[in-house]
């Protein structure tokens, strides 16, 4: 079963635009991460936040990460058609020594 | 470096043929792992490895075998191909425990038929 569940499925903004991508996860963590896939291609790592961190900036990228609500989110600013593609948060559980990916949000960036 | 890197990038095959999707990683990393990825969902763990000679199961391991004896390469194997095998498949590495994130593979894209 997939740990992270990102929300919404698809998302379509106008250059320029702010993006919000939520995740939420079921066990405890480790730390949570997001990678972005575009189409036909592997999965590149953006971020990283640890269990004991709130929020980290990297970039136009902002991640934040509640471990009461067991949710995560990434917030992409002023978003730019090169921004179009797949996201994916995924989880490394305590115990375990292997990433569980959610099902990913589709960005389309409208130029 | 070259990174990860998979042999083939596309592989189409006969219901119950077998192949190996190759894997490599020039980065020295301890961990692989390798995942499936079916249209949109996100990737499932198939199999993973701590290091040379270690291996253990992800989230979806039936139908798959996997050795680990370099550091370099992860060979997946596919004893008997089904129609439900049909995926993309991404290869990871990363450095060793603490170093958590993952370099991926371009994929090999597989058709069963």
């Known amino acids: 079963s997939q740990q992270g569940e990102e929300d919404p499925q698809a998302l379509s903004i106008q250059e320029g635009e702010n993006a919000t991508m939520n995740c939420s996860y079921k066990?405890?963590?480790?730390?949570l991460q997001w990678y972005r896939q575009n189409s036909g291609r592997g999965l590149v790592h953006l971020i990283l936040i640890r269990s004991n961190e709130r929020e980290k900036h990297s970039g136009r990228l902002r991640v934040t990460l509640d471990t009461s609500k067991k949710s995560s989110s990434l917030l992409i600013t002023a978003s730019r058609a090169a921004d179009t593609a797949s996201y994916f948060c995924a989880t490394v559980d305590t115990g375990r020594r292997a990433l569980t990916f959610g099902s990913g949000t589709r960005l389309q960036v409208q130029p | 470096n070259a990174g990860v890197t998979q042999t083939p990038k596309f592989q189409v095959l006969k219901t119950g043929q077998s192949m190996t999707l190759q894997c490599a990683q020039d980065?020295?990393?301890?961990?692989m792992s390798w995942y499936r990825q079916d249209p949109g969902m996100g990737l499932r763990l198939i199999h993973y490895s701590v290091g040379a000679g270690i291996t253990d199961q992800g989230e979806v391991p039936n139908g798959y075998n996997v050795s680990r004896s370099t550091t370099e390469d992860f060979p997946l194997r596919l004893l008997s191909a089904a129609p439900s095998q049909t995926s993309v498949y991404f290869c990871a590495s990363r450095e060793r425990e603490g170093q958590e994130t993952q370099y991926f593979g371009p994929g090999t894209r597989l058709l069963v038929l």
């Open positions: 066990t405890s963590i480790n730390n």
């Open positions: 980065m020295n990393h301890e961990y």
